[in-house]
C-alpha cells in the first residue's frame, strides 16, 4: 500500500480538482481509499457526492471550569491567566469559555483543587462511501484548533481501512499553506505532488512547500496548473525545479470545462476528454509508476 499526498503552497491552485481526478483515473485500476485532510474548508465531497456511513465526534482539546462549592475567591487563578479567561464574583469565580486557550495554568494553580478541564469537541469526522472508494474527511468547528490533530485522526482511519481491504493507494487531498495540518498530512507519505501556478509568487509558494516535504524525506513531483495563461511564470516554475532536480508530471492547460465538471460534481477526467484530461492521465501514469503500483 502506498500513500499520496497533494499538496499546495496555498490555497486556489486547483488542488482538489487534481485530487477528484486522480480518485477517478487511479480506482479504474486499483483499491484507492481517500481521504480529504483539507479539515478548515473540506471540499472534496462536493465532487465525489459521498454518501456518509459513519459520523464520529473529534476532541480537540480542554478549557477550564471552576467548581462553584468548591472555589474560594482566592484570585490566583485570575492572577495566572494570560488570556483574562477568569471572570472574578463576590463569593466564586468563572470562566468565559470563549476567552479560555486550554492551557491549564488556572488548574494546576489552585490551592484548593476547584478547576477541572473539561474535554471539548472540535468538531467531526465522516467516513463515507463514493463511485471511486471509501472516503474519510472532516469538519473543524469554527474558531477551535488542533486542526494537525484531526488531520492526523482522519489520515490514520484511511490508512486503518487500506490495511483491513487490502487497498493499493490511500490519496490524500492535503491541506494548503506549510503549517501543521500540511505536516500532519505528509506524514508518512511515498510522495507528494505539488500543485503550482504560474502567477507572482508561484515559486515563492512552490519553494515553501517543498521545504516542509524535504524536510520529512517526502519525495515530491510537480504539476503545474493552468499553465498557459502565464507562459514567463511557467518557465520560471520549471527551471526552479530543474534547479531542485524535481520531476514535473504535467502542464495542465487552462480550461473553463474543469469548472463545468466541478458544477455537475464531476471530475474533468469522467466529464470529458480533451488537453487536461489527457495531461491529467499523463500525469498519473507518471505517478503510478514512480510509486511501483
Known amino acids: 500500500m502506498k500513500q ?6 496555498k490555497g486556489g491552485t486547483g488542488k482538489t480538482s487534481i485530487a477528484a481526478a486522480l480518485a477517478h483515473l487511479a480506482s479504474s485500476e486499483m483499491r484507492v481509499v481517500l481521504a ?6 473540506a471540499n472534496l465531497d462536493i465532487v465525489l457526492a459521498p454518501t456518509r456511513l459513519e459520523t ?28 483574562d479567561a477568569i471572570i472574578p464574583g463576590d463569593l466564586t469565580y468563572r470562566v468565559d469559555r470563549l476567552a479560555c486557550e486550554g492551557c491549564a495554568t ?13 474535554p471539548q469537541q472540535a468538531g467531526e469526522w465522516y467516513r463515507s462511501d463514493t463511485r471511486f472508494g471509501p472516503l474519510f474527511h472532516a469538519h473543524l468547528f469554527a474558531g477551535q484548533e488542533n486542526s494537525g490533530k484531526l488531520v492526523t485522526v482522519v489520515k490514520q482511519q484511511a490508512r486503518l481501512l487500506a490495511l483491513d481491504i487490502g487497498a493499493d493507494l490511500v490519496l ?22 505539488l500543485v503550482a ?12 512547500v517543498l521545504g516542509t516535504t524535504d524536510h520529512f524525506g517526502v519525495p515530491a513531483r510537480v504539476l503545474i496548473n493552468k499553465a498557459d495563461i502565464n ?25 473553463i470545462t474543469v469548472t463545468e465538471a466541478m458544477v455537475h460534481g464531476q471530475p474533468i477526467t469522467a466529464y470529458t476528454d480533451g488537453p487536461v484530461t489527457e495531461t491529467l492521465r499523463g500525469a498519473w501514469i507518471h505517478l503510478r509508476e514512480a510509486l511501483q503500483l
Open 106 to 118: 488556572c488548574f494546576y494553580q489552585c490551592p484548593v483543587n476547584a478547576i477541572r478541564m473539561v
Open 231 to 255: 507562459e514567463a511564470r511557467t518557465e520560471e516554475i520549471e527551471a526552479f525545479c530543474r534547479s531542485r532536480h524535481i520531476p514535473i508530471v504535467g502542464r495542465v492547460p487552462y480550461d
Open 4 to 9: 499520496l499526498v497533494i499538496l499546495s503552497g
Open 172 to 193: 490524500v487531498d492535503g491541506p494548503p499553506g506549510i503549517g501543521c495540518p500540511v505536516i500532519s498530512a505528509s506524514a508518512g507519505a511515498d510522495m507528494a505532488l
Open 197 to 208: 501556478e504560474p502567477t507572482v509568487s508561484g515559486v515563492h509558494d512552490l519553494e515553501r
Open 36 to 41: 480529504d485532510a483539507d479539515v478548515d474548508a
Open 56 to 83: 464520529h465526534p473529534f476532541e480537540g482539546g480542554s478549557i477550564a471550569e471552576i467548581i462553584e462549592d468548591e472555589c474560594t475567591a482566592c484570585d490566583i487563578c485570575a492572577q495566572v491567566c494570560r488570556f
